[in-house]
């Protein structure tokens, strides 16, 4: 596995705060709808995206343990 490029991390950053962005938006829909399917497929999207943002976390740390301890010259 290489290590992964400042360019692969920011894109990692930046799909970590859109999957945020989209719980928070998911949790307050399903809390505040009163249509119950709506609040099922609200509940659905908030648990896909929580996984999202968990796997994208987890390849952060599996790629940590390559990343170098001192800036290239």
Request: proline share 4%; aromatic share 2%; charged share 10%.
């Amino acid at each position: 596995m290489q290590p992964i490029t400042a360019k692969e991390l920011e894109y990692v950053v930046d799909s970590i705060s859109n999957e945020d962005l989209l719980i928070k938006q998911c949790a307050v829909v399903a809390a505040s709808a009163s249509n119950q399917a709506i609040k099922q497929v609200c509940g659905q999207m908030l648990q896909t995206h929580q996984q999202h943002a968990h796997m994208l976390q987890q390849a952060l740390l599996h790629h940590q343990q390559l990343a170098p301890t001192q800036p290239a010259n």
